[in-house]
Each structure stands twice: as C-alpha cells, then as structure tokens.
C-alpha cells in the first residue's frame, strides 16, 4: 500500500466562515483499496469538510489531490467528473421513477430526437446491480424497495463513473443489522477494486470492524489519524473529546419502589403480542432489539399513539385505558420518541416555548399565557439538565443535538410523569453528550422516576439498564438482571433463530 | 448576534420599509405626474386608504391564523358574498318586520352565523377527512359560490337602509367603521396569536404537527376552531362593507381569497405554516393598496396594477429566500 499514489489527498484545508474557522489546517489521505474512517463530534467540521470534497464550498487555503494532481472543484458536478462519489446518509432518489432512471438520472442515454435509450438504460444497470448482487433489477420502481436497497441504488449510482473516491456518510443509520452486512460486503468489494473510501460514522463497532485508518477532527482541527489494529475505543474518544468516555457496565445498586407500570398480555396485530413486563419506581428497563423488532411499537401503544388489540395496562396496580397521547400524559406516561426533529421538536420554536409546550394550557394568566411562569419552568429544567443555549429565547433548531434531546427530556419532566420512556436516547448525538444524557437516565431512576430505554445500541443498553428485555420479532424473549447479562446471550436473545429479523 | 438581529429586523421589518420607500415613491413621483394637485400623503388619502383596505385586510387577518395553522383557505371569498346576501336579505324578511331598525342587529348576526356556519364545515371536513385544506376549501369555493348564484340568479341582492348606512359611515378621529373594524381586528388577533394559548398551538400545530399531537394538543379540534374563525371573518368584512353599499353582486368576493393570500405573504408569513403575523400581514394589505392608489395618483392605467403586484410579490419572496439561505449556511458549520 505503502509506494502507490494516494487516491485522495487533502492538504491543510482552511474553511472560514463568518465569526467561525470551520476548518483549521486539515490534511489527510486515503489510499486506494483503503477505507478511511473519518471521526469527530457533530460540529467537529466533518460536513463541512465533505462539503469541500463535494465541491459546494470553496476552500479558502489548502489543496485537494486526487491520485496526486492537484484538483479544483468549483461545483458537486465537478466533483463527480473527478471520480468523488457521495453516498449520502439522508437518501436522494426519485421515488416514483425506476431503479435505472435514478441511477442515470441527468445523464439518461438517448436516441434521436431526445428519446431515452431505454434498451442501453437497462442492460447498463442491470450489468452494475449484477455486481452488487442485490435482489431487484433496472426496472423496479424506488419507491417500493426497502430503505437498504435504496441506499444500494445510491451506491449503484457511484459506480456509474470510474470513482476514485467513495465517501460514505452514516450509511448504516437505518439500516437493520442483515441489511448492514449487506453494505459492508459492497464495500469491501469496492476496496477490492482499489477504491478510496472514506467511512463517516457514530457507531465504534463499525468503525472498528470495516476501517483500515482513523482520522479524528476536533473543533475544525485535525487530530491525528491512527490505524485501527493498534488502537482502541477509548483512544479514538479520547482524541475526538479530549477525555475518555464511561461506557462501563451498569452495576450501581437500585432502591426499587412500587411498581410503576404493568402491562399484561399486550398486544398490536403482527407487529408485537403477548407483551408482559414491569417497570418499578427507581429503575432503568431497558428495551433491546432489532429496528423492527416492535420495542417502538409498544412505546407508541403506551403512549396512546396506537390501539392495542389486546392485552392490559396498569398504572400504579389501576387498570388504565390510554385512547390517545392526551390520556396518557394526564395519566403520568411520558414519551420521548425515536426522531426528536420529526416528533419531539417544534423546531422554530423558542427553548422556553417547547418545554412547556404540554402544559401551557394550564399556565394561564386570564386570557392570556403566563410567561413568567413559563419562563421560571424553563429556568428550572435549563439548571437540572444543564441545557446550554443562549437564552430561553433561543430558536431550537438551532441547537445542538444533545441540547435538543434535553429539552425533549425537560418538557417531558416538566409534566412530572410517573413512567418515562425514552426511545433511542442518545440518535445522532455526539460523543460528549451521549455521557451526559446516560448519566441524566440513571439520575431520574434515582430520583425514583420509573424509566423505560428503548436503544439499539448495546453499549447503551448495559450502561444505563437495571433489567434488559430482548424483543425479537414482535416478542419479548428473554428478560436479564444487569448482573447476569453478556453481550452474547443477549445478541442470541434478539437474534430468533436466524438472525434475520425481516 | 449583532448580525442576527440586523437581519431579523431586515426579515420582520421588510414590509414596512417597502412601505415607506412606495410612500416616498409616489409623494415625489406625484409632484411631476399626478393632474390632481393635492399630495399623495394626505391625511384623508391615507384614511380613505385605510377604510378601502378592510374589506380584504379583514380576511387577510384570519387568512394568517389559518396559513400559520399550516392550512389555507380559498372560499373566503364566496363566504364573504354569501354573508352579505344573507344580511341584505334577511332585513326584508317578512318575520323581521315588526323589529324596525331593530333588524339591522339581528341580520349582522345572521351573516356572522353564516360565516362561522361554513368555516364549520370547511374546519369539521378538513379534520375528520383529512384531505388537504387546499382541495377541501377548492371545493367549498365552487359550492358557496353556487349557493350564491342559486339565491338570486346573476341579479344583484339590495337593501338600503339609512339607518345601517349612518352607522357604516360614522367615524372617530375621521377613522371610518370599516377602517376601525380592521384595525379592532388585527389588534385582537394579534393578542390572540402572540399571548394566547390558542396562539401558541397555533405556530406548534404549523411547524410540526406530529409533535403537536405528542404533546397532547387537541390538533383536529383546534383546526376547526381556525376555519371558524377565518369564516367568521370572512362575514365580518361584508357586514363592514354591505352595511354601507347596500348591494351585492353574485360575482362580489371573487379573487378576495388570492389577494388575501398575497397580503399574508407579503407580509412574510410562511406558506408551510409555523412562522408568521398578524402585523406583517396588515403591512401586506397596506403595501398593496398604497400601491393601487399610488398607481392611480401619478396616472398609471390600472391595468399595470396587477402586473406591479405581481412582479413586487415574487421580487419579496426571492428577498425572503435569499435571507433564508444565508441562514441556512451559517448554522451548518
């Protein structure tokens, strides 16, 4: 590897923006047949740097080589032209057209008179789905593959140009663990043909299992690259935060209360049944599966968001009928759900104005909202969680993703619930805030909040739970003590037999 | 900071510098142009003004509440002619006969009924259907419109009376009734929007209505209490305007639901929902009939009016979207 010609170098880029210095002297490079993780927090300048590579910024010092010449890339379709392909982690395909029409898309073949070369279209994507091996053809429709396939048509549309480089922006983020083999054959495939690939990622498992080099950003500035044999977790964090992240193994002892929530039997058409658990004041329950496994599902039938067709629910031992988001919040259950931007957020809305936004009806001055109040509310839950925004007045999406989920938690104990679950806490989150929500989950179990975590990381799940339940496919299969659980009983456990969890 | 708050002044304040440079525009274009020698900025132009926007600045005002809402609809118009029917009609109705003058009371009441009767309808389908404001109030144009036409053919409706013309013609500090219906209104509505708890779950429900729903608001109920609200509206604004004409054409209110719309945006309300005012929007309406008037004043056909509206609104949209991209950029870094 070591006497060819890289297949991307990048030399001491400089980005400014105004009252900003994105990008401050980052230089690295990737080799071809390399995958090339590229790691740092959210605002560490990761995308901005992407966006220098994919020709939407211009940078202001430094050059970019592909195979060693120097390369200038006014625009994204410059940057094509080059061989530096994107695969994008939010999916730009045209839904209702063809497999081939997207991957073609602005480039269509075409015979006289402007009439697309259909003939040509499909034997040209069907010889590249060939080599992805993947289950659909040039002619499926986009809209009706699965979100895996889409992003293989994504990829199908890099290999469409001899790509010099291959950048892959948190490719696995919703992909499902049989899907993310799948992707992770495809790339070794494309480091096969001697492709530079660069690998943007969260998750450490894969960073660890897939790359050859790590190069870490922190504040816009490179940290140093390392090579992934010789390194470990907690090197790799420590270069992206600047200290080391506690990931160990939940083992604090519980005062367990009353039981807060019990649910018998309870069950939603296919999508999850025979669902029985509890949940005691003072306790973390952790919820772990597959995506599809149906632990969101059942936290949206709590939640009154869906109708069970079956099955029990008691709040503190009193048979409850939750109907709708409404009645569950009057009975004490709060939800803070999968996607905080689709579901938890008003995002132009100001920090105080989202906190309270369940109870504002209650926070009246006559006619009229009491802000005071809603102002002190805000205030109180900004100390207790230690929300960091300018003021109150602070439009939250302008917020970080960490400050955005804390806001979430807050508006929710605000309302001082009896049970509280959180779906996939720390989605999307950096590093250094992912710590700060675990440690807030184990604080409100101490202040005897019932808590239930739903989270498809395991890490996360041994961090934070006192109890686990492994979900495979619509059921709950086993039920572990934090002192008793492994890593590899609990992967058989979500694992059903095949480990395929379609 | 600095720089955001120059450009949310710049984003907020945009229409009332619009407003000024058109005031400027027209009082010095005037002195070259305009045949009449009075000057543009007149005292009474300005409330003559000011009375000759309400009919749409009315609806406009509920218009905003409904977009904000992240909705919209166009039957305000046939609403706003079918009103003024039922309230012109009705004072010849043969019950009413003994009241007097005592029936102008009762017949405003009745076309606010009518108003409020048919937002129901449009608010109550759009909630339990589901299908999109858009279509829902497409629809509801054509049917009101046709309800308008099946009351009285392609004859207008008429009923003057002097009492109810008195009435619409009073004036305080020269503001006449229909001018200070609007002013009343936007004041109210914007208490409403900024201070109240329906405000307040009004920008929720726009900007993200999943959220909305986590949070346990009532969104249905809620959307529905908007149409009543802007059908209402819609009636006031013909009790404002019928009281003093006395005749409506089955034809009267057309195209009142685009130039609603164009004020609202003007004004800088967002046609997703989720973000805008009440105040931007009396802006809109001003900006707009300053620029009729002032078209007429320095002797422009008024033909060219809409073609000038038009190419302003695009001209301010591209404004608002160039500002907002900027935005964009700076946070992504």
């Known amino acids: 590897m070591t006497d060819q010609t890289p297949a991307l170098r990048l030399e001491g880029i400089v980005k400014t923006f105004p009252g900003v210095r994105a990008l401050d002297g980052v230089s690295f490079t990737v080799m071809p047949g390399e995958v090339h993780a590229l790691m740092g927090e959210n605002g560490a300048g990761k995308s901005t740097l992407m966006k220098v590579l994919g020709g939407i910024y211009q940078p202001d010092e430094g050059s970019i080589l592909i195979a060693e010449r120097e390369t200038v890339m006014a625009n994204p379709l410059e940057a094509k032209a080059n061989g530096v392909m994107f695969i994008h982690q939010e999916l730009s395909l045209a839904e209702e057209l063809s497999v081939a029409e997207n991957i073609y898309l602005g480039e269509l073949p075409t015979k006289s008179f402007g009439r697309v070369d259909w003939e040509t279209l499909y034997s040209r994507t069907d010889a590249i789905l060939e080599k992805l091996k993947v289950g659909f053809n040039a002619r499926t429709i986009v809209g009706d593959l699965s979100i895996a396939n889409q992003q293989m048509v994504e990829i199908a549309r890099a290999l469409t140009v001899d790509a010099k480089a291959v950048i892959f922006d948190e490719p696995t983020a919703s992909l499902t663990d049989s899907e993310k083999v799948v992707l992770f054959d495809v790339i070794t495939d494309l480091k096969a043909q001697g492709v530079g690939i660069i690998y943007i990622s969260h998750r450490m498992e894969e960073i660890f299992k897939m790359t050859d080099r790590i190069s870490v950003l922190r504040d816009g500035e490179y940290r140093g690259t390392l090579n992934t044999r010789d390194t470990n977790e907690d090197e790799v964090t420590q270069l992206m935060i600047g200290r080391s992240l506690d990931l160990s193994r939940n083992t604090a002892p519980v005062k367990l209360g009353p039981v807060a929530l019990r649910v018998e039997g309870l069950a939603c058409g296919h999508l999850f049944e025979d669902v029985s658990f509890e949940v005691h004041e003072g306790e973390v329950l952790g919820f772990y599966g597959l995506v599809g496994a149906g632990r969101t599902e059942i936290a949206e039938t709590l939640f009154g968001l869906r109708t069970p067709t079956s099955g029990r629910i008691f709040l503190k031992g009193e048979e409850v009928a939750i109907k709708s988001p409404i009645d569950a919040i009057a009975k004490g259950i709060s939800l803070v759900p999968e996607s905080r931007k689709e579901q938890g957020l008003v995002l132009g809305m100001n920090c105080r104005d989202n906190i309270t936004l369940p109870q504002v009806s209650d926070l009246r001055a006559g006619p009229f909202v009491a802000e005071g109040a809603e102002i002190s509310i805000y205030d109180q839950y900004r100390d207790r969680l230690e929300i960091k925004a300018p003021s109150w007045k602070s439009i939250v999406g302008n917020l970080s993703g960490g400050n955005q989920q804390k806001i979430v938690i807050g508006k929710w104990l605000s309302m001082r619930p009896e049970v509280l679950i959180v779906d996939e806490p720390t989605r999307g989150i950096d590093v250094g805030s992912k710590s700060e929500i675990h440690n807030l989950l184990r604080d409100l179990a101490h202040q005897g909040y019932a808590v239930i975590v739903i989270s498809s990381e395991m890490p996360e799940v041994l961090h934070v739970s006192d109890r686990i339940l492994a979900m495979y496919s619509g059921r709950i299969m086993r039920e572990f003590s934090a002192a008793e659980v492994t890593e590899d009983n609990l992967i058989q456990a979500i694992s059903g037999i095949t480990g395929d969890a379609a | 900071m600095h720089k955001d708050r120059l450009k949310n002044t710049l984003k907020h304040g945009a229409i009332w510098g ?204 809620h959307i529905v209490m908007n149409f009543v609200l802007i059908g209402f509206l819609a009636a006031l604004s013909a009790v404002a305007f019928y009281s003093a004409s006395g005749s409506v054409n089955p034809n009267d209110g057309m195209l009142f639901e685009l130039w609603a719309i164009t004020a609202v945006v003007l004004g800088g309300t967002k046609l997703t929902g989720g973000r805008g005012s009440v105040i931007g929007t009396l802006g809109g309406v001003i900006a707009i009939q300053i620029l009729r008037k002032g078209l007429g004043h320095i002797g422009a056909d008024s033909e060219t009016v809409n073609l000038v509206i038009g190419t302003i609104l695009i001209l301010v949209l591209l404004l608002d979207r160039q500002l907002n991209r900027k935005g964009a950029e700076e946070l992504k870094v």
């Not at chain 2, 229909?178 to 329906?198: D, K, N, Q």
């Open chain 2, 18 to 221: 619009f407003i000024v440079l058109e005031l400027i525009f027209f009082s010095v274009a005037g002195e070259f142009l305009s045949l009449s020698d009075r000057a543009f900025m007149d005292v009474d132009n300005m409330l003559l003004l000011l009375k000759q926007s309400a009919p749409i600045g009315i609806i406009a005002v509920g218009m905003t509440v409904i977009m904000i809402n992240g909705n919209i609809d166009l039957s305000v118009g046939a609403i706003f002619a079918l009103a003024a029917i039922v309230m012109l009609d009705s004072m010849t109705w043969p019950v009413f006969a003994g009241l007097g003058d005592g029936v102008i009371p009762v017949s405003w009441l009745l076309a606010l009924l009518t108003g409020c009767a048919l937002g129901l309808i449009n608010g109550f389908v759009v909630w339990k259907t589901g299908v999109d404001a858009f279509i829902v109030t497409l629809g509801a144009m054509l049917g009101y419109r046709g309800l308008v036409f099946m009351y009285n053919g392609e004859q207008p409706t008429y009923h003057l009376n002097w009492t109810m013309v008195d009435f619409a013609e009073a004036d305080i500090l020269g503001l006449e009734s229909p001018a200070i219906v609007f002013l009343a209104t936007v004041l109210v509505v914007w208490l409403v929007m900024t201070r109240t708890v329906h405000g307040r779950n009004a920008y929720a429900i726009g900007d993200n209505r999943d959220a909305a729903v986590n949070a346990g608001i009532r969104v249905g109920p």
